[in-house]
């Protein structure tokens, strides 16, 4: 049964009796507190529980957890959570991984609420949370093990007590419940009645703007880290987002039960996303106003498209808490009133019962007095009462049907609308269909009237022009009119070509090289007659510009709108109309790059062209330049659902390069297109799926026009509509038809069809053209509105003075004295069309600008002298006069001079006292002006003669004059002079009244014009000649000619000419009368054509070979000759020449009478040809052997031979040999005579042939057996590891088998079957196969798990096989021979706690009992958290295991049993410094005080370094972090590499990079002196993109970036932030600017330099110090004495040198722990530093010279990172990462105040203009805070997400105090 008619049919049951659901009770929720042995969180606001051990590890998302943490803000981590600020107030999704039942800033002080969690194995818990999964999840093979609950009862909102008189009684109580297995966690929310009465938290941080944040409920990943310090964010998936959808949680579900929430959330072995449970295959979730749909973080919610008013409800039947909307209703169900028997809740109701009041709102169905949900196909199960649905009574006359199980919609798609059956009669006119006017409709709940109902009267302006409307029960819906195609709001004349512009941005990162699309221009040009659509992005990048070919889903989406349709199918484009949103993420194979497309449809322009504008993010491969992309033909298939329509599909594509060869490569496409649909009118819904068919995919790249270039062949078609036979496919579906591109193909019988101009065009459908809408007076255009012509279609324009009223339509007049333009002391009169302005009594001037009779001696300026003045001084123009810019011209008391002339252009008109030009005055230049004081004449209406002269633009908007623009002449009455010329061209030609051109007038310049006065001879229609003739586009747009075009010539009589010849290729051919070439009369340049007035001879039909000679194109459609085409040659008769030939290839053979090559005939280029006439040998068919052994290809299409091809031999019979060898690997054997193998006779090179002439002995089934195993590869090589059973010499399987490669033997029966129990590894002695069988146990448990495990990983690691006793059950002792690692285990074969030792020390004995369990040791908790073996069971190599005494202690003496160090370690485990000692060394004893050798070298460079980054990278860092690698005396390992990656490079003795040795390869570049270091691709050049035009820009360092922010006066301006260089593999952290020099200077920590760069474009970085660096962090720049001055703080110095890098010394080298920022005041020569010594943080200054040193802060910090000086009051500022204040102070420590209390991790700051900008660590953004009123006034965070550094101003010009 179809999904809708099951839903449909379902709902009609369901109105005859259903038992409502409701919500869950708390009674309901899973059981909780301490009798249940739960937790208990400690109270308070912002609190996390203890470690959650969990017995087996978690799987959710595709990672393994094997703890939880339990938040009071609504969450569960599985990772130690940060302070609440830095996660509570922030939207989704989190930096950490969350499960979030309710998100919010949850309060528990006081008693406020209790929050429960436990990890069980409970059976009952286990089976509830099994049953509840295979109801959301029929399909899932999932036995939960654990089950984790965490519940908060009765908690409630943090709330400030100023605020309020006192806490809130609102309080909320909900329940996260995860269940996992060993490979998929599945997590339920309940949400019981009554448990939710607050539904977000005010943030504490809101700056005293009134705001809530509504609670957040859903699933993140967490953040993912790569390379450096760079992060992504990982996937998430939403379940609210407004506070309406959170209202929601306890009256809907996906589970069929409101309040209940089941959600799919890890996998162990493949997992992208959250999947929702879906009964019926449905996700059941309220839209939210609007129903758009956000696909980026699939949240299960719509927010796409602007807002529809909800439903109505009347205020005294609808309580505040049911005034939610829901989905999944139907409009032919009505509610029973309140409090009804819910038996008889669900009547029919009339079918046409309103279900939303808007075009786009959703349905809705009450029970009672809640709203609950209607799912579209419920299921029946055996739940307890309380959650049954009452099954529905099947229709009369019909057998109840079997549901069938829907495929699950995907992740991003809900609110789904069962498609309608019944399709009412389309009313256009706004008409009212089956609904009366004056008809309430009262049920009881809801109530409704036509009242507030949006109708055609109220809203028709929202349907386009080319549409009607027609009013529903529910609302209204707009048609496209016939001729057109569309939704209804865009419409598109049927047929017609349509474009696409629009722009393209984001950013694309090709291999490791990230490159800027900045909005460059996409067009695309769609013939949507057959279907091909052409796509062209411009000024793409070079890099990138490769790299983007096989992104063909780009230009894809025009394929799919504007499709051919195949029958019962349609485009995109009447689905979603012209706004839309498509999402897309394409993944790349093997290397795994993504890159998301968002593609906005934004509406069609005035030119009626769809706008689209692109966005691409992500990463793609890279390919090699001047490579060639090759893509498939393939098919897709859409899914549609109403407002979605998704598709899945993976491509295949190849990559030609002269540098790779040939390679092949995949990408994943996932995509939705969300639209807004109309659901009001029931009309048939879309197909559930369809198919897009892309037969001819072209992709290229231009590098030299930097164009990228997409064309794709696309039809659309039902899912599996093949036909079987192409040859009878209609043209119009095959696309090979001849209707103009501007035509619509209508298919009639067989291959019949019949061409149709589009709407809009005018012709026999070969040839059509342009109907001028305007022209022939054929507008909807009202009065004072003005047509303008569009290919196709029109549009209508008000003129001045007017405007589009409420319908859209109709243009009204605009009251231009509602906007005051006249002066205070005159009043302003409004016309039609216009205004005047008058001055007051008492008050003279012009109405614009009035002044007293008396008094005042200087006037101000006037509006005209204000227009002159702003002209002349160049005001517009930054100063400087426009040349050519018309300039109005004032009389002496500042009035507009009636008469105003262009003194570039010379045109002269009268204007009016506003200085508009009176219509009908301008003269051109040479001519009379009007005399402008004379009263205009009653004005008469415009002529269209008139209309269209004003209507051409003959000057620029800058008033210079338009070249070449044609100008209709007017007769003084405004009608068209009978003689028209075109000013540019010298053309001339008669036009009738209507200014047509009267055709056969056209005169060329220089010729003598036509007498327009003379009347026409009685005019005749035109010709199909002439239509065609004047068609063909000679000129382009600019009037240039085009060249190549082929113009038909027509004789006076408008006949096709016998003889047309093409005047740009010299090809001339006779036509008939139809203009159609007659075959054979077609002759090349240079040739005498045919006489084409001789009669033809009786025609004969072609023949074979002349349709084929005929069907050759040997020119293409330009008309240039195709080169390499091979055309037969027939004789005068039609019949193949015996001989053919090709042309190009020389080569020369024979046919025979139906053109086929005569075998054995063919000569090359250069050798005498076969003789045809010579008759062939009578021929006998080929035999079997004959057509294998020639259709075998021995040499490629180059004719090189091809190596080890096998050739069959075969005898002068062409029978197969009965001895066949192969003749590249001297194997021989024997074959039937069918050339089948026979079996035993193959022989190995080099030995003696079998005689195949001997007959076969009959073979037993054990030869048969081992004869029929393939031994060798097709190409005769040796197969390894193949079993090859043995065969006595009667051919009975041998009592005992043996596997050649393994080793393992077993004993088999007579059958060859195994015998259980018998088999052995290899080295142990194997069973005695005579001695009779046991009587056989079934297997133990030990055995079934001995027996599955391979002794043999993939990668040929040894893994662990259990040992099992005699009986079966398993050995007490068990251990992993690999790694040397025993334990204990119970009879289960699990492993006892604590029994585990390593390789070399004595095994526990297993026999003894265990000792009372004592709690874990931090050493044991650390030894057993090592996972020593993969999932599969394979040991892990090199990892090291701690070891712990008896109890539970950390054994003194540590070592690693990979690299064979030892070391000491005290009671944490810490390793004791300088007790490492390397492999075959004596160790410490460890007993002893370790004294510091005399010959210990002092720490070097490199373990200086890795100390100072380690620390920087808090102790921990990610394993593809830098870290440096070190020898053990200390010096730098050779070959240094990013963490656990592959990105690898050569360093010198002093760590420095040898160039051009950086490579990515698995196998590390070779760094030792003998060898050469490999060859790798040099990393993009860095270079520097100039900061934005602005006077002030914040430069601030992130990571492998210098960012560039300007400031907006004082406000941060992110939509003009850019990347000022990037700078690969480095850290920066310090930055400062000269403006002297316009130079940035930073520090990098990765490559222990300082740095500088200049401003401008393409400028590179320069090294200014590389030696004696370690961890270089602040740097300052004296921009008055030419000096910089950085701390450098692992060696903890603070040192100087000029800013060239010369004259370096050290300034301070004592009493420094952690120096960390640096300024200095240029104007007073001062230093000032941060020292943040945890044990005595400081403040520091000196001088410059390094004198007068002094401490200028010691008390009261923590933490003090960052340091500013404020010019303006004479102070010190600093920011305090560890006390969260920015203070200042006076230099000489007085004046000390706090600027701000509450940061949160700021890094760096700097002063401008009364504000402080700091780079905080915790928003990974830049801060703004205001100095006076200190407040935080504005935020900027960059889209990469990672730490910002040092940030400085850039400027324009010095400032104050800074020089």
């Not at 990559?655 to 995949?666: K, P, Q, Y």
């Not at 045109?907 to 005055?921: F, K, L």
């Not at 000057?955 to 338009?962: K, N």
């Not at 056969?1000 to 009347?1015: H, I, L, Q």
Request: glycine share 10%; hydrophobic share 25%; proline share 9%.
């Amino acid at each position: 049964m179809e999904r809708g008619s099951m839903l449909a049919a379902c709902l009609l049951c369901w109105s005859c009796g259903v038992c409502v659901v409701s919500a869950i009770r708390r009674a309901d929720m899973f059981p909780y507190g301490a009798l249940s042995g739960d937790l208990i969180l400690a109270e308070g606001d912002d609190e996390t529980s203890r470690v959650l051990l969990l017995p087996r590890p978690l799987n959710f998302y595709d990672s393994r957890y094997s703890q939880l943490y339990v938040a009071t803000n609504g969450i569960i981590s599985a990772q130690d959570l940060p302070m609440e600020k830095q996660y509570v107030d922030d939207g989704f999704p989190t930096d950490f991984p969350v499960v979030a039942p309710f998100l919010a800033d949850i309060d528990t002080s006081g008693g406020r609420g209790q929050i429960y969690y436990r990890v069980t194995e409970t059976p009952s818990v286990l089976n509830r949370v099994s049953r509840e999964v295979h109801r959301g999840f029929p399909d899932a093979k999932f036995t939960p093990t654990h089950v984790v609950v965490a519940t908060w009862e009765n908690v409630a909102a943090y709330e400030e007590q100023t605020r309020t008189a006192g806490p809130s009684n609102k309080v909320n109580t909900f329940q996260a419940v995860i269940g996992y297995d060993e490979t998929d966690s599945y997590v339920l929310f309940l949400y019981p009645e009554g448990g939710l009465n607050f539904f977000g938290t005010r943030p504490k941080e809101s700056y005293n703007v009134e705001i809530e944040l509504p609670a957040r409920v859903g699933f993140s990943r967490g953040e993912i880290t790569y390379l450096i310090f760079s992060r992504t964010e990982g996937p998430h998936y939403s379940v609210t987002s407004d506070e309406q959808s959170v209202k929601n949680l306890y009256q809907v579900g996906n589970t069929g039960i409101p309040g209940v929430w089941l959600f799919h959330t890890g996998n162990s072995y493949s997992f992208d996303n959250i999947v929702p449970a879906s009964i019926g295959g449905l996700l059941v979730t309220p839209p939210t106003r609007g129903h758009g749909l956000s696909l980026d973080t699939t949240t299960a919610e719509y927010g796409e498209f602007e807002d529809y008013p909800d439903n109505t409800f009347d205020p005294d039947n609808q309580e505040e808490e049911d005034d939610y909307p829901l989905t999944g209703g139907d409009p032919e169900f009505q509610t029973a009133p309140a409090g009804a028997d819910h038996s008889e809740s669900l009547q029919p109701a009339s079918p046409d019962a309103p279900s939303s009041p808007s075009e786009d709102s959703g349905h809705q169905v009450a029970y009672g007095s809640k709203d609950v949900p209607l799912t579209s196909e419920p299921r029946y199960n055996s739940e307890p009462a309380e959650r049954q649905y009452a099954p529905p009574n099947p229709p009369e006359g019909g057998a109840q049907q079997t549901q069938e199980q829907q495929p699950q919609v995907p992740l991003e798609v809900v609110d789904v609308y069962p498609p309608h059956r019944n399709e009412p009669r389309l009313s256009p006119g706004g008409h009212v269909v089956s609904v009366d006017e004056d008809i309430d409709f009262d049920t009881g709940v809801i109530q409704y009237t036509t009242e507030n109902k949006e109708t055609c009267a109220r809203f028709q302006q929202q349907c386009s022009q080319n549409a009607f409307c027609s009013d529903y029960a529910t609302g209204f819906c707009c048609h496209c009119r016939p001729g057109f195609y569309g939704n209804g709001r865009y419409c598109l004349p049927e047929g017609a070509p349509q474009r696409v512009s629009g722009k393209v941005s984001g950013t694309v990162t090709v291999g490791s090289t990230p490159v800027a699309l900045n909005n460059i221009d996409l067009h695309a040009y769609i013939v949507v007659g057959d279907g091909r659509a052409y796509t062209a992005i411009s000024e793409v990048p070079e890099p990138v510009g490769w790299a983007l070919m096989p992104l063909a889903p780009i230009g894809e989406l025009f394929g799919w709108m504007f499709a051919l349709e195949l029958p019962n199918s349609q485009a995109g484009f009447k689905i979603t109309g012209a706004e839309f949103t498509r999402h897309a993420e394409v993944i790349f194979y093997p290397g795994n790059q993504r890159l998301s497309i968002i593609q906005k449809g934004r509406g069609l322009d005035d030119h009626n062209h769809l706008t689209v504008d692109t966005v691409v993010s992500g990463n793609v491969p890279f390919l090699p330049p001047g490579a060639e992309v090759t893509m498939d033909p393939f098919k897709e298939t859409y899914q549609y659902y109403p407002s979605v329509a998704t598709s899945t599909s993976v491509r295949e594509f190849s990559v030609v390069s002269a540098e790779r060869g040939s390679e092949s490569f995949s990408f994943q496409l996932k995509q939705n297109i969300t639209y807004r649909d109309c659901r009001h009118a029931h009309r048939a819904a879309v197909p559930e799926t369809l198919q897009i068919t892309m037969e001819r995919v072209f992709v290229m790249y231009v590098k030299e026009e930097r164009i990228l270039r997409y064309a794709i062949t696309n039809k659309i078609s039902p899912v599996g509509v093949e036909p079987t036979e192409p040859e009878l496919v209609n043209p119009c579906y095959a696309g090979n038809h001849d209707c103009d591109t501007t035509a619509q193909c209508i298919p009639l019988e067989g291959r019949d069809f019949q061409c149709q101009c589009a709407t809009g065009y005018r012709g026999d459908g070969r040839n059509c053209y342009d109907v001028d809408e305007c022209a022939e007076s054929l507008s909807s255009c009202g009065a004072h509105a003005q047509c303008v012509n569009l290919p196709g279609s029109h549009r209508c324009q008000c003129q001045s003075g007017y405007e589009f009223g409420f319908d859209g339509r109709t243009c009204v007049d605009v009251d231009e004295c509602s906007s005051s333009p006249c002066h205070i002391s005159a009043r302003c009169v409004n016309a039609l069309g216009s205004f005047q302005c008058q001055c007051q009594p008492g008050f003279h001037g012009d109405g614009f600008y009035c002044s007293q009779q008396e008094g005042q001696t200087v006037r101000p300026r006037s509006q005209c002298e204000q227009h002159r003045d702003s002209l002349q001084s160049g005001g517009e123009q930054g100063g400087r006069p426009s040349l050519g810019a018309f300039v109005p011209q004032c009389d002496s008391v500042g009035r507009y001079r009636p008469l105003q002339c262009h003194g570039s252009t010379g045109h002269c008109w009268c204007v009016d006292v506003r200085g508009q030009e009176r219509g009908g005055t301008r003269t051109p230049p040479g001519t009379p002006p009007t005399d402008c004081d004379r009263p205009d004449e009653p004005e008469r209406p415009k002529t269209h003669c008139e209309h269209h002269r004003d209507g051409v633009q003959t000057t620029s908007p800058e008033g210079y004059p338009v070249v070449g623009a044609y100008v209709p002449q007017c007769y003084d009455s405004g009608q068209y002079s009978p003689s028209q010329c075109h000013g540019s061209t010298g053309h001339c030609w008669c036009v009738d009244g209507n200014g047509q051109e009267r055709g056969g007038t056209r005169t060329p310049p220089g010729t003598t014009r036509t007498d327009c006065s003379k009347p026409d001879e009685p005019e005749r229609p035109k010709t199909h000649c002439e239509h065609h003739r004047d068609g063909v586009q000679t000129t382009d747009r600019e009037g240039y000619p085009i060249v190549g075009a082929y113009v038909p010539q027509c004789d006076a009589n408008g006949q096709y000419r016998s003889l047309q010849c093409h005047g740009s290729t010299g090809h001339c051919w006779c036509v008939d009368v139809r203009g159609q070439e007659r075959a054979g009369t077609r002759t090349p340049p240079g040739t005498p054509p045919k006489d084409c007035d001789r009669p033809d001879e009786p025609e004969r039909p072609k023949t074979h070979c002349e349709h084929h000679r005929d069907g050759v194109h040997t020119t293409s459609p330009e008309g240039h000759p195709v080169v390499g085409a091979y055309v037969p040659q027939c004789d005068a008769g039609g019949q193949y020449t015996p001989l053919q030939c090709h042309g190009s290839t020389g080569h020369c053979w024979c046919v025979d009478g139906r053109g086929q090559e005569r075998t054995g005939t063919r000569t090359p280029a250069g050798a005498p040809p076969t003789d045809c006439d010579k008759p062939d040998e009578p021929e006998r068919p080929k035999t079997h052997c004959e057509h294998h052994r020639d259709g075998v290809q021995t040499s490629s299409p180059e004719r090189h031979p091809v190596v080890g091809a096998y050739v069959p031999q075969c005898d002068d019979s062409g029978q197969y040999i009965s001895l066949q060898c192969h003749g590249s690997t001297g194997h021989c054997w024997c074959v039937d005579v069918r050339g089948q193998e026979r079996r035993g006779t193959r022989t190995p090179p080099g030995t003696t042939p079998t005689d195949c002439d001997k007959p076969d002995e009959p073979r037993t089934y054990c030869e048969q057996h081992r004869d029929s195993v393939e031994t060798t590869s097709p190409e005769g090589y040796p197969l390894i590891g193949v079993f090859v059973p043995q065969c006595d010499s009667d051919g009975q399987y041998t009592s005992q088998q043996c596997h050649g490669s393994t080793g393992h033997c077993w004993c088999v029966d007579n059958r060859g079957q195994e015998r259980a129990g018998t088999r052995t590894s290899s080295g142990t002695p194997p069973v005695d196969c005579d001695k009779p069988d046991e009587p056989e146990r079934p297997k133990t448990h030990c055995e079934h798990h001995r027996d599955r495990a391979q002794t043999i990983g993939q990668d040929g690691q040894p893994i662990y096989v259990p040992q099992c006793d005699a009986d079966g059950q398993y050995l007490p002792l068990q251990c992993h021979s690999p790694s040397g690692h025993c334990w204990c285990v119970d009879n289960r074969g699990q492993e006892r706690t604590g029994t585990r030792t390593p390789p070399g020390t004595p095994p526990r004995d297993c026999d003894k009992p265990d000792e009372p369990e004592r709690p874990k040791t931090h050493c044991e908790h650390n030894r057993d958290g090592v996972r020593t073996t993969t999932p599969e069971g394979q040991g892990w190599i090199g990892v090291f295991i701690p070891l712990c005494d008896a109890e539970g202690q950390y054994l003194p003496r540590q070592c690693s049993g990979s690299s064979g160090y030892c070391w000491c370690v005290d009671s944490r485990g810490q390793e004791r410094k300088g007790t490492k000692t390397p492999p075959h060394k004596p160790s410490v004893d460890c007993d002893k005080p370790v004294p510091v050798a005399p010959t210990q070298h002092p720490e070097s460079v490199c373990e200086r370094w890795r100390t100072s980054l380690i620390e920087h990278y808090g102790g921990k860092p990610e394993p593809q972090q830098y870290v440096p690698q070190c020898e053990p005396d200390g010096q730098f390992s050779p070959v240094q590499c990013y963490g656990e990656t592959t990105y690898c490079w050569c360093v010198d003795q002093d760590g420095r990079e040898v160039p051009g040795t950086r490579s990515h390869d698995v196998v590390k570049p070779a760094c030792l002196p003998s060898a050469a270091p490999p060859t790798v691709r040099p990393l993009p050049r860095p270079d520097v993109t100039p900061p934005p035009n602005a006077d002030i820009t914040l430069l601030y360092a992130q990571g492998q970036k210098i960012g560039a922010l300007p400031l907006n006066g004082t406000r941060l301006d992110g939509t003009r932030s850019k990347t000022l260089l990037t700078l690969h593999g480095s850290i920066v952290v310090g930055i400062a600017y000269d403006c002297k020099e316009n130079q940035v200077y930073w520090t990098d920590l990765s490559a222990r330099t300082i740095n500088r760069a200049s401003l401008v474009a393409g400028a590179e970085p320069e090294i200014l110090i590389n030696t004696n660096l370690v961890s270089p962090e602040g740097l300052a720049v004296d921009v008055k004495r030419r000096l910089m001055f950085w701390v450098d703080s692992n060696p903890d110095i603070i040192e100087t040198a000029n800013l060239d890098g010369s004259g370096r010394r050290t300034l301070f080298g004592t009493d420094l722990v952690n120096p960390r920022a640096i300024i200095v005041v240029s104007s007073t020569g001062t230093l000032f530093w941060t020292d943040w010594n945890r044990e005595a943080p400081k403040i520091e200054s000196a001088s410059v010279d390094g004198q007068n040193r002094r401490v200028v802060v010691s008390d009261g910090i923590g933490l003090p990172n960052a340091l500013t000086y404020d010019s303006s009051s004479g102070q010190v500022c600093w920011a305090d990462a560890g006390t969260k204040r920015l203070e200042c102070v006076s230099p000489d420590g007085s004046g000390r105040r706090v600027v701000h209390p509450s940061l949160n991790y700021p890094f760096s700051m700097v002063y401008y203009k009364n504000h402080f900008y700091y780079t905080d660590w915790r928003r990974d953004g830049v801060i703004a805070v205001n100095k006076d009123s200190s407040q935080i006034t504005d935020e900027y965070l960059p889209d990469q997400r990672s730490h910002l550094y040092g940030i400085a101003i850039a400027t324009t010009h010095c400032l104050s105090g800074s020089h």
